[in-house]
């Protein structure tokens, strides 16, 4: 996936008034990792294996059957990946991982071409080292719905096919075991590296960068996965939305804001629990705009990517929603900087 790039070269501080205050952060940030990220990753890495087995029983007993089974496995897959999509932060930084999850958007048909290639001689994949040379674009989500969706690929009628896709589904499965591992055995600060002399500890530095990254996420859903496609502010391409093939690309925006109202309320306290005694008012302001939000994605029809709509219905069906994304941002932005965070520049904000 190619969006939601490193953007902050400074670092980020914290201002924190007490030590009880820091200390509160500090429980808040170990708890959004234990009973949020490595739950979450759990869920992914879990559906990745059985995406994986899916793969593994199509390829020995090619049928509509099992083409089926294993698209709802990836379906499933895209489910929990999107959960945890807005984190782009620790293990999964490294070796390319969280762009290879998703190489989207592919303006350019790079993926169906190095599948292509791989389809020709499946057994190239077999080399030692080729997963650590292997182009992201065909390392993880974005190559496993084309092999299972798109009209070049025939993972039923042709053995290639389904060889390439039960050997990435293997070591997109095997990936996101070792992130998971990864983030078991770690702390979240293990993660960062504070400039000496720095006058915050590692833990405010991390929260900081979570709330920026939440930030940065909320106008990749808005930009990229809503206004690019129907063409919001230009012309439209269907092909962009994020999932297209799979038809999951409204599900995916759902469940992105789902994610973001759990991860306000996760731990004890959480940030919603600091922010109610803290900042009452703007608390109960992010609470509403979130469910709100939520509530107009929910009301898009089911088929408003691949139905039969005009641009200008698109447009004037996104618009509300459009709106409360913005409305999340703004809000987001203001409780935290009332709470002592210091937030760069959003550079994913088109408003």
């Not at 993880?140 to 039960?166: P, Q, W």
């Not at 998971?180 to 979240?188: E, H, M, R, T």
């Not at 960068?209 to 940065?216: A, C, D, G, I, K």
Request: charged share 20%; with cysteine.
């Amino acid at each position: 996936m190619l969006f939601i790039k490193k953007a902050f070269a400074a670092s980020l501080t914290m201002l924190a008034g007490t030590s009880v205050f820091a200390d509160q952060w500090d429980t808040t940030l170990e708890q959004i990792q234990s009973q949020y990220i490595v739950p979450k990753y759990q869920q992914f890495s879990t559906s990745a294996n059985q995406l994986a087995d899916a793969t593994h029983a199509l390829c020995a007993a090619p049928s509509k059957a099992s083409l089926s089974a294993a698209q709802m496995a990836f379906n499933q897959n895209i489910n929990d990946w999107q959960q945890v999509q807005w984190l782009n932060f620790g293990p999964v930084t490294y070796f390319m991982r969280y762009y290879a999850y998703e190489y989207w958007p592919d303006k350019k048909g790079v993926t169906q071409r190095q599948l292509r290639n791989l389809s020709s001689d499946p057994s190239m994949m077999a080399a030692p080292k080729f997963w650590t040379s292997a182009s992201i674009a065909v390392r993880g989500m974005t190559a496993i719905e084309s092999l299972l969706y798109h009209g070049d690929f025939d993972a039923i009628n042709r053995k290639s096919d389904c060889e390439v896709l039960e050997a990435i589904s293997r070591h997109h499965a095997k990936t996101t075991e070792d992130v998971l591992s990864q983030w078991q055995q770690s702390k979240a600060t293990d993660w960062i590296f504070p400039e000496e002399g720095a006058s915050v500890t590692p833990e405010h530095l991390v929260l900081e960068q979570l709330v920026q990254q939440w930030l940065e996420h909320m106008s990749v859903v808005k930009d990229a996965k809503l206004e690019t496609p129907i063409g919001y502010k230009d012309r439209p391409n269907l092909k962009l939305a994020e999932f297209y093939r799979s038809e999951a690309s409204l599900a995916a925006i759902i469940t992105n804001l789902k994610a973001y109202r759990t991860l306000y309320h996760v731990g004890q306290p959480s940030l919603y629990d600091t922010a109610i005694a803290e900042q009452p008012e703007l608390a109960k302001a992010l609470e509403a705009a979130l469910a709100d939000s939520l509530k107009l994605a929910l009301q898009l029809p089911q088929d408003y990517f691949t139905g039969d709509y005009s641009q200008d219905e698109r447009v004037a069906l996104a618009k509300p929603l459009v709106r409360a994304i913005s409305n999340s941002q703004t809000q987001l932005t203001n409780l935290v900087t009332a709470l002592g965070f210091q937030i760069g520049f959003n550079s994913r904000d088109g408003d």
